[in-house]
């Protein structure tokens, strides 16, 4: 244990010294992962966790696959790379499975992460009007709270105020309207009075840009990173046909939403909508390996082509569609669909929404929300007055989890004292004894600061 101890400072001195992390709070102490079985990782001190957020959502079939991990050594023992200029096999497989996943015709543009699929997709929208004769149309429309991307583009589509406020000026163009959330609704409805101003006020922001500006509509099927921000029913339907009567181009993004995160294979099939353009990366390999996909509708793809069937589309990216990438995704929904785990997260979600239903009296649980395997707690200091629970009980609620073993994440629109939901989304490889003992854990969390 000793020598244990001793590898631990010797690897912290190192990473305080040389690391710069993620997030905007730089982590002094970080915990060290070196492995994962399932649902559990593994720490340098040997303690195991459940890992209730799946990473950063994205590790959906569990890690520590043996199967992953070959499929991954011997592609890159045959193939490891061949730009996406030309093709390949697994390219062209995986290609053929996400259509047949999507059920619909798609082009697939590969490249490496969430955030260059939307970068792709605000392009070929761009593109698409410029080369149809209404080159006007370069707006986009997203939500606040919505979170789509760290790159210059998809952050100025993100609706969350801090991410952008140093690295201004955002790119002309991008526009936000209010989310569907119906706890703290933003025109102060309640579910029986609610008219669906949500809709209301895209059709607003539409006529008062001018719908001849608005290329798309980009928005996930329920705003995860931005607290789990569930819409009523017939939104996502409503925003399709605004989409249909303006002409303008639907973008789903199913970064998080997609490959059984939402109980069906992609979050837009709950809803019955087809949209123009998907988006999709974290869930699509589980982790094990970056690749994003920019699926474009067929006939969109083909509106392209020039008189001599030539497509202009410029933009290429290196590592995008890497063989050994593609293999892993295909391996990563063999496994999906051979173990049924799309089924496995639907059945899960049902059985954590009667679990956190026993969690509802605690005088810090404002609302409870669950889409799929995907669940948020929105804690306020008190029921009524509904004042997002204070950064620091967000915290000790987080560490009592960790103390019982189990790693659970906060969301909120990111603005210091709005980080106040509870996010929980584990791979659907979860037990029904570990998903017991995550419930029992973010319960301890809230007794500990209901006692202080
Ligand atoms: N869209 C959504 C909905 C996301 O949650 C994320 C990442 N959290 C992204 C896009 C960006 O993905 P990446 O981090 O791979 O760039």
Known sequence: KGTETNKKEDLLIKDRKYMWHHMSKHNENPMIF?????????????????????GLWCVNVGHGRKEIAEVAASQM?????????????????LADKINEWLEGEYRIFYS????????VAFKIARQ???????????????????????????????GQAIRKSLYGPAPDGFKHVPPPYCYRCPFGKEPSSCQLECVSTIRDTIEWEGAE??????????????????????????????????????????VICGFGRSGEKFGHQNFQVKPDIVT?????????APLSITAVRADLYNSFKDNSGQNHFRHVNTFGGNPVSCAVALKNIEILENENLVERARELGRQIE??????????????IRVFGFAAGIELVEDKRSKKPLSDEKMMKVLSVCKENHVILGKNGDTVPGHNNIITISPPFVLTDEELEKVVASLECGLMAIESE
């Open 77 to 93: 023992g045959t193939l490891a790379y061949s730009p996406m200029s030309q093709s390949h096999i697994p390219g062209i497989e």
């Open 280 to 288: 999709m990366a974290k869930g699509l390999t589980s982790a094990y």
């Open 34 to 54: 070196v492995s994962g079985k399932d649902s559990w990782i593994e720490d340098v001190d040997g303690e195991n966790y459940i890992d209730g957020m799946s």
């Open 354 to 367: 009667r679990k956190l239903q026993r969690l509802e009296h605690y005088k810090v649980v404002g609302d």
């Open 213 to 254: 500006t608005v290329a798309g509509i980009i928005l996930e099927p329920t705003i995860t990173g931005g607290g789990l921000i569930i819409p009523p029913k017939e939104y996502v339907t409503k925003v399709r046909e605004l989409c249909d009567e303006y002409g303008i181009l639907m973008i789903v993004d199913e």
């Open 128 to 158: 698409y009007f410029a080369q149809n004769g209404q080159s006007t149309r370069y707006k986009f429309i997203s939500r606040y709270r919505g979170y789509h991307g760290n790159s210059i583009g998809a952050m100025a589509a993100t």
């Open 112 to 119: 490496n992460s969430g955030s260059d699929a939307n970068e």
